[in-house]
């Protein structure tokens, strides 16, 4: 995509960002004193598009990657990108943490966390200087829910040869050293009891765990057991299994040439040896179960962490881009309807969202979340249940519709700008096998979205009878005016399970 190009879909976007800036501003402004009714607080809201709006469909032709394969099977994905000299690498093992053993929850995590720390001809200071010499950066995670796990390295791109030498050192030739991994080790149960306290983190775990049920998916978290019992051989042997050339895919982006990239490429990983790679088998999903509260009561809390959700689609299903349409409308940003029901029309909470969550290989999540004061956990989930009701029952309108869309081509307008972005969508392709054009398609299809699709998304994925509820909170504080208990007004809303800050079970 040429600058010019890049600068005319930035200018196209800058008018909805003005108007969503506005809207959202008048908004504030309009905010009066909280009530419990629905129709009359949400009119308090003033939407002003008093701000010029371009309706035309942006089109794009983005960059497309030069693909080629080295003879031992790494595929290699290059983009060109001029505007600065610098450069990027990702490498995507395709294995991660949905591969890890179920006695073992977090090696995938372990294996990458370990990658820096000490190879044959470096130990880890002698790398974390090399890398710090080159104001380079050089990192590996393989986050809980992923298939695959990423190791991604950056600098001025005249600094290629080195970097590509740092990072193949990592990837090919770890120790995995049993002093630097007894360090790790600390470290990891120390954020792992910091974790713990964290009630946003305890709603997701919960979630994952109730929704996903024995599908790898549902671990979000290594477990104190598994950081205590990990060996540098259970590292190697993970790493020995799965991280080689077949199983992998590199891509670049910046200041370089394909040709001159691709020599460096050979250069540094010509000899990563392969082998076949034998894939673990994921289980079919759950059947979605039934609806069902759940309750973390978390003393102390001042607030109630509310978490609600199903299953939602692969990134690579064909209702992945009307069901991002119909997020983007519930609760896609400020300007979505939780946000402007929950904090601006009834002061409930700071932000109210709702998301689309790992479109992995596997059926990811659409999960709406808000923090909220304990008094106000009724009227909160009073609303959140209105806003999941309206979406399925009435059709949204054309302008309300037409905000949505244009405010998620003006932010892919926007993210063209940025070279780890355009990879990341080249990676994405070859990874998940999408059309070669799915991102130059992607603005016209979001713009083509109609009400009545968006309803028909509503209705097959916002499945009231099947919606998974996960609070945090203290349970012996009024939730409502009445001075109920959070517990009792959660109870009021469906079949409640109670539940400890550790899991246990308490009814």
């Keep these: 995509m040429s600058k010019t190009s890049v600068f005319k879909a930035t200018l196209r976007a800058l008018p909805l960002v003005l108007c969503l800036s506005l809207a959202l501003a008048a908004s504030m402004l309009a905010q009066g004193n909280a009530g419990e009714q629905h129709g009359a607080e949400l009119s308090k809201v003033v939407r002003l598009n008093r701000a010029p709006v371009n309706k035309d469909i942006l089109k794009v032709t983005l960059p497309k990657p030069v693909v080629s394969k080295l003879p031992n099977g790494l595929t290699v994905l290059v983009i060109e990108r001029h505007k600065l000299p610098t450069v990027e690498f990702s490498l995507w093992i395709k294995t991660g943490a949905l591969a890890d053993p179920k006695n073992l929850p977090g090696l995938a995590s372990f294996t990458a966390g370990m990658l820096r720390e000490g190879t044959r001809t470096r130990s880890s200071s002698q790398l974390s200087n090399d890398i710090d010499s080159l104001g380079a950066s050089l990192n590996a995670s393989a986050q809980f829910g992923a298939s695959y796990s ?39 149960l120390a954020a792992l009891e910091e974790q713990r306290s964290n009630p946003s983190f305890l709603g997701r775990e919960k979630f994952q765990q ?147 969550q790992h479109a992995d290989v596997y059926r990811g999540a659409l999960i709406a979340n808000t923090q909220v004061h304990n008094a106000v956990t009724d009227g909160s989930m009073t609303q959140l249940m209105y806003e999941f009701k309206r979406i399925r029952d009435e059709k949204v309108n054309a302008d309300e519709l037409g905000e949505a869309e244009r405010s998620i081509v003006a932010g892919f307008a926007l993210s063209l700008e940025s070279p780890s972005q355009l990879l990341n969508r080249a990676m994405q392709v070859e990874y998940f096998g999408l059309p070669a054009d799915y991102w130059d398609r992607y603005p016209a299809q979001v713009a083509a979205v109609t009400p009545d699709q968006v309803q028909q998304m509503a209705q097959k994925y916002v499945d009231l009878d099947h919606l998974q509820i996960v609070c945090v909170g203290d349970g012996k504080q009024a939730g409502n005016d009445q001075k109920q208990s959070i517990q009792d007004v959660l109870a009021k809303y469906g079949p409640l399970e109670l539940y400890d800050t550790n899991g246990k079970k308490l009814n």
């Design 150 to 188: 990423t190791v991604t390295a950056s600098g001025l791109a005249p600094d290629s040869d080195k970097i590509l030498e740092l990072m193949s050192d990592a990837v090919l030739n770890p120790t995995f050293p049993q002093d630097e991994l007894d360090k790790f080790k600390q470290r990891q």
């Design 210 to 356: 109730v929704l996903y049920q024995d599908f790898p998916a549902a671990v979000v978290s290594a477990t104190t057991a598994s950081v205590k019992a990990v060996t540098a051989d259970d590292l190697r042997q993970f790493h020995d299994n799965y991280y080689v050339p077949g199983n992998a895919i590199l891509g670049v982006v910046g200041d370089v040439t394909p040709d001159d990239v691709a020599a460096l490429i050979r250069k540094h990983f010509g000899d990563w040896k392969d082998h076949p790679v034998s894939q673990p088998d994921l289980p079919p999903l759950p059947s979605p179960a039934a609806a069902k509260i759940y309750f973390i009561d978390r003393p102390d809390s001042v607030q109630t962490d509310i978490t609600a959700g199903d299953y939602a689609v692969k990134l690579n299903d064909p209702d992945y881009i009307p069901l991002y349409v119909m997020n983007r409308v519930v609760g896609g940003g400020p300007s979505a309807r939780l946000f402007l029901n929950l904090r601006e029309a009834h002061g409930y909470t700071y932000g109210a969202y709702s998301s689309l």
